[in-house]
C-alpha cells in the first residue's frame, strides 16, 4: 500500500461512516417486539425423498413467518431413511424437519428421544382430524407424537386406455374394474393381453409392484403386531410370490424396475398397459411421462382394494434448533387445506377423513387420467383401507423379495431357489 | 546446503548454566526440528490413516450395529461367517473379472495410443487434451449415461448390434454382460490418463536406438515391441499398480449401473467387495463391514506381494 496522501483520507473516511450509519440504520434488532416483527432469522432444513409440490406451501408459511427460510433437500428413497439413522446416531447433519415414508416409520416410531414431542408444540389437537391408524403410526411407544402424516397411499390400477383398445379390452373404467375382481383374474386377463399381441407392449411394469400390492392387502404382511420377521412363514405372502411368479413365468412383465429412467422411457412409449397405482403415483406418472397425457385412466384395483401403499409422517429431529418454528411448519404442511391442495396438485391422497366428503375432492377429475374421478376412486379406497402393521425393516424385505422375484424374471434362478435364498437373505436382516 | 546466517556478534556466556542452555538449544534445533517440521503431516496421518485403521480392526471384532449401543465382543466370528459366506466370494470373484476385464485392454490400448502420439504430429496438445477429458467428467454422470447406453430396450449399443442380426442383449442382467458394460466404462475413462503416462515415458527413450533399428530393417510394431516396451517397464509397472488399486476401488459404477442397487443387481452379478461393503454399512451391520474391509486389505497386500515378486524378478536390469 502507498502512502496515504491526505486528499484521498477524507473521501474513504467518509465513505466509511456513511456505510456504518446506514447499516446502524437497517438493523433495528434492539427495537421491542411490539411491531410483531421477530428478531433473528432463521433457517430450517427440509429433509425429502422425492418432490413433495411443498414450494407454493413454503410461501404460505413465509407470510406469516417473514424471518424463517425453508431449504428443502431430496435424496434417493432409500439413501435418505438410511442416511437418517446416521444422523441420528452420530448427532448431527438431520434436518429440522424430515419425511419418513410409511415403510420406514416403525424404524424411527421407537427413537422418542432422537425426536421432539409435537404434542408439547400444541400439535396434539391434531388428533381429532386424522385417520385411527394413520395418528397413532407416528406415535412412539409410550404415546408421544413425533411425526404426523401428510398422505396415504389409498390404491388402484391405472391403465392405458389405447393399448386396451388395441387389445380389444374394454376402454370405460367401470367395466374394467368389473375385469379383475381378484389378482387371478387380473393375471388372466394379462394372458388375454399378451394373446392379442399388441406392438411392444407387455401386461405390467415389474413384478415387484404386484407382489407388494398383494402383500399389503392381507391382514398381516411382512410383520406381526410384536414385530416379528414372518414374512417367511405368512402363507398369503407365499401366495402372492406364488402369483407374482406365475405372471412372471406367463411373459406378462415389462422387467422394468420402478422410477428409474427405463421405467420413465417406459411409461412414455406405452411398453406396459396396467400399473398398480398409490394415490401419489399418479403424480408420479404425470411428472415422468407428460406426453402420455389424456391415454391413462384408473380402475379399482384387484383384490378388493384394501392395501395402503407408502404415505408419509413428517417428523422433526431434536438436532434441529428450532422446534417451534419447526412444529409450526409441520402443521402447515399437513393442514386440512394444504392436503386438499396437495391432492388436487400431486396426487397426494389425505389422512384427514373429513375430507373426503369434500365436495372439492370427490368432484376432482384428473385431466391426465382421461378425467378420472380420481377424487372419489382414491377416497373410496381409502375408506375401505384396511391398514397392516409395518415392522421396522420392512425396506430390506421388500428389497430380498424384489430381487429374488428378478431373479426369476431374469431366468437366472427357478422360483423354488429363488424363494429359499430370499429367506436366507431374511435371515441376515437383523 | 544450508546458508548460513549472518554471524552475530558472539556474546561470552558468563556462567557455565547459560552455555548449557545455548548448546541444548543449539543441538535440540538441529535434532529435534526436522522431527517438528514433519509433525503435521505424522498427526493428520495418524488421525485420518492409522487411527481409523486400528479402530476398524476394533468393530470388526464385535457385533456392533448401529441401532443399538451395546456393542458384544465375538471376536473373529464375524471373520469365521465372512470366509464361509458365498456373497462374499462372489464380490471378490466379480472385482478380479471386472478389473481384468477393464485393466488388460485399457493399457494396451493405452500404449498403443502413446505410440501412435508418439512421433511429430501437428496438433499435438489438442491430442493430448482430448484424451485427457473423459477423465474430469462426473463419475457419476458417466455412469448414468452408458447405463441409458446400455439400456436393454432403447440403448444405442443394442440398437447398432441390432444392426448386424444380434438380439437386444441385457447388459444388467447377466454377469459376463454386465462386467463388460462397467468395464468400458473404467476403461473410457483411464485409458486416455495412461496413454499420456506411457507417452511421457516414450518420449524420454533415446531416439538412436529407433534409428538403428530402422537400418537394421525392424518394422514399426517389432520396434515397439523390442524396444519400447522394455524401456518404459518402470512406468508399466507403476501404471499396473494404480490400476490394481483403482480397480480395487470400484463402487459408483456398479452401484448406479441401470439402477440403483447396493446389492450390485438382484443376482450380485456386478457387486464389488467396495460394493459389497457399502451394502453392510448402510444396513448399518458395522462389524460384519469393517470384517470385510480388513479382509480386502489382506487382498491388497497379497496382491502388492505379487507385483513385487514380478517386478524384482524382471525390473533389475532396466535396459
Same mark, same amino acid.
Given at each position: 500500500m502507498g502512502k496515504l496522501r491526505p486528499g484521498r483520507i477524507a473521501p474513504m473516511l467518509a465513505a466509511a461512516l456513511l456505510a456504518a450509519s446506514v447499516a446502524a440504520c437497517g438493523g433495528g434488532s434492539d427495537e421491542p417486539a411490539a411491531s410483531g416483527q421477530p428478531a433473528e432469522k432463521i433457517k430450517l432444513t427440509v429433509g425429502?425423498?422425492?418432490?413433495?409440490?411443498?414450494?407454493?406451501l413454503y410461501e404460505?408459511?413465509?407470510?406469516?413467518?417473514?424471518?424463517?427460510?425453508?431449504?428443502?433437500?431430496?435424496?434417493?428413497?432409500?439413501?435418505?431413511?438410511?442416511?437418517l439413522t446416521t444422523q441420528l446416531a452420530t448427532g448431527a447433519g438431520a434436518a429440522d424437519v424430515v419425511a419418513v415414508e410409511a415403510g420406514y416409520i416403525a424404524t424411527f416410531t421407537p427413537l422418542a428421544d432422537k425426536f421432539y414431542d409435537l404434542g408439547q408444540y400444541g400439535l396434539g389437537k391434531r388428533q381429532a382430524d386424522y385417520l385411527d391408524w394413520k395418528w397413532s403410526q407416528g406415535l412412539s411407544p409410550d404415546g408421544k407424537l413425533l411425526g404426523l402424516g401428510t398422505d396415504i397411499g389409498g390404491t388402484a390400477m391405472c391403465y392405458r386406455t389405447d393399448l386396451f383398445k388395441a387389445a380389444g379390452l374394454p376402454t370405460n373404467r367401470d367395466e374394467v374394474s368389473k375385469l379383475w375382481p381378484t389378482w387371478e383374474d387380473y393375471a388372466r386377463v394379462g394372458?388375454?393381453?399378451?394373446?392379442?399381441?399388441?406392438?411392444?407392449?407387455?401386461?405390467?411394469?415389474?413384478?415387484?409392484?404386484?407382489?407388494?400390492?398383494?402383500?399389503?392387502?392381507?391382514?398381516?404382511?411382512?410383520?406381526?403386531?410384536?414385530?416379528?420377521?414372518?414374512?417367511?412363514?405368512?402363507?398369503?405372502?407365499?401366495?402372492?410370490?406364488?402369483?407374482?411368479?406365475?405372471?412372471?413365468?406367463?411373459?406378462?412383465?415389462?422387467k422394468l424396475a420402478a422410477f428409474s429412467p427405463p421405467w420413465n422411457t417406459g411409461l412414455t412409449k406405452g411398453s406396459f398397459a396396467t400399473i398398480v397405482c398409490p394415490s401419489w403415483k399418479t403424480g408420479s406418472?404425470?411428472?415422468?411421462?407428460?406426453?402420455?397425457?389424456?391415454?391413462?385412466?384408473?380402475?379399482?384395483?384387484?383384490?378388493?382394494?384394501?392395501?395402503?401403499?407408502?404415505?408419509?409422517?413428517?417428523?422433526a429431529p431434536k438436532q434441529g434448533k428450532h422446534p417451534k418454528e419447526a412444529a409450526e411448519l409441520i402443521d402447515l404442511l399437513t393442514s386440512?387445506?394444504?392436503?386438499?391442495?396437495?391432492?388436487?396438485?400431486?396426487?397426494?391422497?389425505?389422512?384427514?377423513?373429513?375430507?373426503?366428503?369434500?365436495?372439492?375432492?370427490?368432484?376432482?377429475?384428473?385431466?391426465?387420467?382421461?378425467?378420472?374421478?380420481?377424487?372419489?376412486?382414491?377416497?373410496?379406497?381409502?375408506?375401505?383401507l384396511k391398514p397392516q402393521h409395518v415392522g421396522p425393516k420392512a425396506g430390506d424385505v421388500l428389497t430380498a423379495f424384489g430381487n429374488a422375484l428378478q431373479r426369476v424374471e431374469q431366468g437366472k434362478q427357478q422360483p423354488d431357489a429363488a424363494w429359499q435364498q430370499a429367506l436366507q437373505d431374511l435371515d441376515r436382516i437383523k | 546446503m544450508a546458508t548460513r546466517a549472518p554471524d552475530r556478534p558472539t556474546v561470552v556466556p558468563r556462567h557455565r548454566s547459560e552455555r548449557f542452555s545455548r548448546q541444548l538449544a543449539h543441538r535440540l534445533d538441529v535434532k529435534a526440528s526436522p522431527y517438528a517440521y514433519v509433525m503435521p503431516f505424522l498427526l493428520v496421518f495418524c488421525a485420518f490413516?492409522?487411527?481409523?485403521?486400528?479402530?476398524?480392526?476394533?468393530v470388526s471384532l464385535h457385533d456392533w450395529t448401529l441401532l443399538s449401543d451395546v456393542h458384544k465382543f465375538v471376536g473373529l466370528d464375524n471373520f469365521a461367517f465372512l470366509l464361509g459366506d458365498d456373497y462374499f466370494w462372489n464380490a471378490t470373484f466379480n472385482t478380479v473379472s471386472i478389473g481384468l476385464v477393464s485393466t488388460v485392454p485399457q493399457l494396451l490400448l493405452a500404449i498403443w495410443l502413446a505410440h501412435l502420439l508418439n512421433r511429430p504430429l501437428r496438433a499435438q496438445t489438442l491430442f493430448r487434451v482430448t484424451l485427457l477429458l473423459p477423465n474430469v467428467t462426473s463419475v457419476v454422470a458417466v455412469v448414468v449415461i452408458f447405463s441409458q447406453l446400455f439400456g436393454r430396450d432403447y440403448g444405442l449399443i443394442n440398437w447398432v448390434l441390432s444392426w448386424f442380426g444380434?438380439?437386444?442383449?441385457? !447388459?444388467?442382467?447377466?454377469?459376463?454382460?454386465?462386467?463388460?458394460?462397467?468395464?468400458?466404462?473404467?476403461? !473410457?475413462? !483411464?485409458?486416455?490418463?495412461?496413454?499420456?503416462?506411457?507417452?511421457?515415458?516414450?518420449?524420454?527413450?533415446?531416439?538412436?536406438?529407433?534409428?538403428?533399428?530402422?537400418i537394421d530393417g525392424a518394422s514399426g510394431f517389432t520396434q515397439l515391441r523390442k524396444i519400447t516396451i522394455p524401456m518404459i517397464k518402470p512406468t508399466i509397472v507403476f501404471v499396473v499398480i494404480t490400476s490394481t488399486i483403482g480397480a480395487m476401488q470400484v463402487v459408483a459404477e456398479p452401484l448406479l449401473f441401470g439402477t440403483y442397487s447396493p446389492t450390485g443387481g438382484p443376482d450380485r452379478q456386478y457387486q464389488t467387495l467396495? &460394493?459389497?461393503?457399502?451394502?453392510?454399512?448402510?444396513?448399518?451391520?458395522?462389524?460384519?463391514?469393517?470384517?470385510?474391509? !480388513?479382509?480386502?486389505?489382506?487382498?491388497?497386500?497379497?496382491?502388492?506381494?505379487?507385483?513385487? &515378486?514380478?517386478?524384482?524378478?524382471?525390473?533389475?536390469?532396466?535396459?
Open positions: 425429502l425423498f422425492s418432490d413433495f409440490h411443498f414450494a407454493p404460505e408459511f413465509k407470510k406469516t413467518h417473514p424471518n424463517v427460510e425453508i431449504v428443502e433437500r431430496r435424496a434417493q428413497f432409500n439413501d435418505h431413511h438410511k442416511n394372458q388375454q393381453f399378451m394373446a392379442a399381441k399388441v406392438k411392444n407392449a407387455k401386461w405390467f411394469d415389474g413384478p415387484g409392484e404386484n407382489f407388494r400390492a398383494m402383500v399389503d392387502q392381507a391382514p398381516v404382511g411382512f410383520y406381526d403386531e410384536q414385530n416379528n420377521l414372518v414374512a417367511g412363514t405368512n402363507p398369503d405372502v407365499k401366495k402372492a410370490w406364488d402369483l407374482s411368479v406365475q405372471m412372471l413365468q406367463a411373459d406378462e412383465s415389462a406418472i404425470k411428472d415422468a411421462a407428460p406426453t402420455t397425457a389424456g391415454k391413462w385412466d384408473v380402475a379399482a384395483v384387484p383384490g378388493g382394494g384394501g392395501g395402503n401403499q407408502g404415505g408419509t409422517h413428517l417428523m386440512k387445506d394444504n392436503q386438499l391442495k396437495l391432492f388436487t396438485d400431486a396426487g397426494a391422497l389425505p389422512s384427514i377423513p373429513a375430507l373426503y366428503d369434500d365436495p372439492a375432492i370427490t368432484g376432482f377429475t384428473n385431466p391426465f387420467f382421461n378425467d378420472a374421478p380420481t377424487g372419489k376412486i382414491f377416497t373410496d379406497a381409502a375408506k375401505a | 490413516g492409522l487411527f481409523p485403521l486400528v479402530y476398524t480392526a476394533w444380434v438380439g437386444a442383449i441385457d !447388459w444388467n442382467a447377466g454377469t459376463a454382460s454386465s462386467h463388460v458394460a462397467i468395464s468400458t466404462m473404467i476403461m !473410457w475413462r !483411464w485409458t486416455g490418463y495412461n496413454a499420456l503416462i506411457f507417452l511421457a515415458a516414450m518420449q524420454a527413450v533415446p531416439r538412436d536406438l529407433y534409428e538403428a533399428a530402422t467396495s &460394493l459389497f461393503i457399502y451394502e453392510n454399512f448402510a444396513k448399518l451391520d458395522f462389524g460384519y463391514a469393517s470384517a470385510i474391509s !480388513w479382509m480386502m486389505f489382506v487382498f491388497i497386500v497379497i496382491a502388492a506381494g505379487i507385483n513385487y &515378486l514380478l517386478t524384482r524378478r524382471s525390473g533389475g536390469n532396466l535396459t
